[in-house]
């Protein structure tokens, strides 16, 4: 049975802006489940990255609930929240935040000794982390501005990961990123998924939100329409994958083949017909 990992009820998000109240969410009762990559898509201002922020405790409603692993978290303290985030979220940005000053190893050690694990636990797990996102060794030494902005990403996603969260959020994580790029940190993206890793993203990218197992449609703070696309996976054929498609985005090759399968394993199609349902679903909702 697929278990809730957040549920919310009547979440609502308020703004005052020059004496007027905006009122972003409204009633909103959905839940996210364990293992899902569940993806966020609706027009400019319609409350995605708003809800995202809610549901990771990033900010808090201004009224309803939620409940993450069963624990109400929409009443927790700022304190509160930034450690429940600690403990249990990964964030992925289209901005990527890493420390200037610091090199890329040690941005995810700082991230990974947060929680007052042993630094050399910490050290072996940051290590097996960037070698499956395809980051090789002579990068782990340099400083976020050496790099590219697909490494600066892969990066970024290790440091959400260190500290095994619970759930990752990402908010637009290839925004910023060229073509070659974007695919490959969609790929690890994926990869991470299918390992079991409960995954929430904002997109307006269409390649994007094919990766998504079940993509919710915000119109003006309402979820008005939901499409369960089932679990993406690549046909790589590759023992590691993720090493498979960082090498090829570095200029190996692939023959990028893809097959999409339901919830219970079955093969629903390839990734045209993945599309061609993802395409009239969003024209249902009049994006």
Not at 105 to 115: E, F
Not at 119 to 141: F, I, N, T
């Amino acid at each position: 049975m697929v278990k809730s990992l957040i549920t919310t009820q009547k979440l609502c998000k308020t703004f005052s802006k020059g004496g007027q109240q905006q009122h972003v969410l409204k009633n909103m009762d959905l839940d996210i489940y364990e293992g899902d990559f569940t993806v966020i898509m609706g027009s400019s201002g319609s409350g995605k990255s708003t809800l995202l922020y809610a549901l990771s405790g990033m900010d808090k409603p201004t009224l309803g609930e939620i409940r993450f692993a069963g624990r109400e978290i929409s009443k927790l303290s700022h304190d509160q929240l930034a450690l429940f985030r600690r403990d249990h979220c990964g964030f992925v940005f289209q901005q990527i935040y890493l420390l200037d000053n610091m090199s890329v190893l040690d941005n995810v050690l700082a991230a990974g000794l947060l929680q007052a694990r042993k630094k050399k636990a910490v050290a072996e797990k940051a290590k097996e982390l960037l070698k499956r996102v395809g980051l090789a060794e002579e990068a782990w030494g340099k400083f976020p501005s050496q790099l590219s902005g697909g490494e600066a990403q892969r990066a970024g996603i290790v440091r959400a990961l260190i500290h095994e969260p619970d759930i990752v959020f990402a908010d637009e994580p290839t925004g910023a990123l060229n073509s070659a790029s974007s695919m490959a940190v969609l790929d690890i993206l994926t990869e991470i998924n299918a390992g079991g890793q409960s995954m929430v993203m904002v997109t307006h990218d269409l390649k994007s939100a094919l990766r998504g197992s079940r993509i919710l449609y915000l119109r003006d703070g309402i979820v008005c329409g939901k499409l369960a696309l089932g679990r993406y996976s690549a046909a790589a054929g590759a023992e590691d994958g993720l090493a498979a498609r960082a090498g090829a985005s570095a200029g190996g090759s692939t023959d990028g083949s893809t097959v999409t399968r339901t919830e219970d394993g079955t093969v629903a199609g390839d990734d045209s017909s993945r599309l061609e349902r993802l395409n009239r679903f969003l024209a249902e909702m009049g994006w």
